[in-house]
């Protein structure tokens, strides 16, 4: 079964499949996918649903899930983690309210949109989304960013009316929470060393190495690694900020050291990388 990351807060995508993926997947985040046209099966821990253009589905941490296409389908993709909810770009009284409902979430498959008024709001959200994202105008990243907001905000509400009378909030999977420790501090170089999250969460070394390539399908320094890369790269194409600055948000050393950790991962200077994107 493979197992997927996200690097980055949130992240958009849509693409058009005529032929089923090989293998069941688990992600390491949520993952909002709207059916834009086709028909197929979804499979959600072993339960399945038949989705046709404007479904909305919604993957969760915890859930094995594949797909099986039946007619060419177009599909929108929002991933989103812990750390975009928690980052202040949600409204900070809702951020506890809004975590919980989306982990509690009723892990079966099919369209989470129960709504009909909120059916009709989310196509044209996901058709402005991918507009903005392809044509990259003026403000582009901002109007994206609000509608990913809202369109969180939407489907937790869709959720929150049908969540079970009781829930148990204190059903984390160990390993979804070392993985928020990381996002959490990736910005403190310090605290991702293998001595403190071992401390952090109580385990040996050696468990911790295994616990975590079983559960992300990469050690421990790979996915910070490719974590940081990642957080480089979004700075680099999508802001103005001067490599100086970009040493000290990340925790380098200097200038020197995020020079090399860069060139050493993607084979090219972080200047020259910023160049080939203008």
Known sequence: ???????EPFSIAFETLD?????????????????LSGTGIQRVNKNEFQYRPGHMLLLTPTDISSIEINTTTQFFFL???DIYIK???ISADNIQRLEFILKNANHQPGCILRNLTDKTLVKPMVEAMIREYVNRDLYNKEIIQQLVNTLIVIVARNIAKYLPDEVDAG???????????IQENIYDPGKLRTEEICDEF?????????????????????????????????RLQYSDMRITE?????????????????KKNKGISPTK?????A
């Open 87 to 89: 980052s202040g770009k």
């Open 79 to 81: 991933r989103f983690n």
């Open 171 to 181: 059903t984390e999977e160990k390993a979804m929470n070392i993985l928020q420790y």
């Open 273 to 277: 990388y910023r160049k080939e994107l």
């Open 1 to 7: 079964m493979d197992k997927k990351n996200l690097y």
């Open 246 to 262: 970009i040493t000290d948000e990340l925790g380098f050393t200097d200038v020197s050291h995020l020079n090399k950790f860069f």
């Open 202 to 234: 109580g385990i040996s070394k050696t468990y911790l190495g295994r616990y975590f390539k079983k559960h992300t399908k990469e050690t421990l320094q790979q996915y910070i690694t490719n974590y940081r890369i990642k957080l480089i790269e979004n």
């Open 19 to 35: 032929q089923s993926p090989v293998h069941e997947h688990k992600n390491s985040f949520f993952e909002l996918v709207y059916i």
